[in-house]
């Protein structure tokens, strides 16, 4: 029941920035941004006290970790990567011309 008085909270809270941010319009850009990021923040701290909020933050976490170990290709494996690619492209594209060039050829030898 706690969770969801707090969850329950972040959201009326964030939905009340954003419909304040909207209503003065005629206040200065910079204000209306920081009170927005400011409400966001509170509303974010809120949700991440109740259960799934505290899932979600762990989710992160681990994904962080799981980022950290990501072996990245090196500048020279992604050039070979890339032209690999480029050239597969070409070659399929040629054998498709080649496949509409013949059935336009058969087509047309067969309906004159």
Known sequence: MADNIKLVIAVVLM???????????EYSNLLRVLGLLAATGLSLFI???SAIGGAALSYVRDTQVEVRKVVWPTRQDTV??????IVMVMVAAVML???DSLLGWAVRALTV
Request: no cysteine; charged share 10%.
């Open 80 to 85: 070979r990567t890339t032209l690999l690619v």
């Open 15 to 25: 939905a009340s920035a954003i419909t304040l941010f909207y209503t003065y319009a």
């Open 47 to 49: 949700a991440s006290k």
């Open 97 to 99: 011309w080649a496949v």
